[in-house]
């Protein structure tokens, strides 16, 4: 579905059209002037779709990126969870949440 010219409703600038996709950003033209926003974070916080097309398509961004917040989010507890019992993940970058270290781990067949 095509993003730029969808009308949005923020919670205190009014409705507003989009004029701009770029990547994760929407600008808005709002009557106060254009503003940026990240997409789909900002959406069910302070704007929301006007067009029930829109919405859904919007509803279904959301949720793919909660899908992969959370797997990413998984993904660093377990590297984080290796990291303080010693175990080395070949070529990852670990942090460990409870320690606050970060260390960065080559493979070893990695040419130097």
């Excluded at 095509?2 to 059209?17: S, Y």
């Excluded at 969870?81 to 080559?106: L, M, N, T, W």
């Amino acid at each position: 579905m095509e993003i730029i010219g969808q009308t949005v409703r923020h919670k205190t600038l009014g409705e507003g059209k989009v004029e701009k996709a770029d990547g994760r950003y929407l600008s808005i033209a709002f009557s106060c002037g254009v503003k940026t926003f990240v997409y789909p974070d900002t959406f069910g916080k302070f704007l929301v779709a006007v067009d029930p097309a829109f919405a859904k398509q919007v509803e279904s961004d959301l949720a793919a990126d909660k899908s992969a917040k959370e797997k990413n989010d998984a993904l660093r507890r377990e590297e984080a969870k290796c990291f303080s019992h010693g175990i080395v993940i070949p070529g990852r970058a670990v942090q460990a949440e409870d320690e606050g270290q970060s260390a960065f781990v080559k493979d070893d067949d990695e040419d130097n």
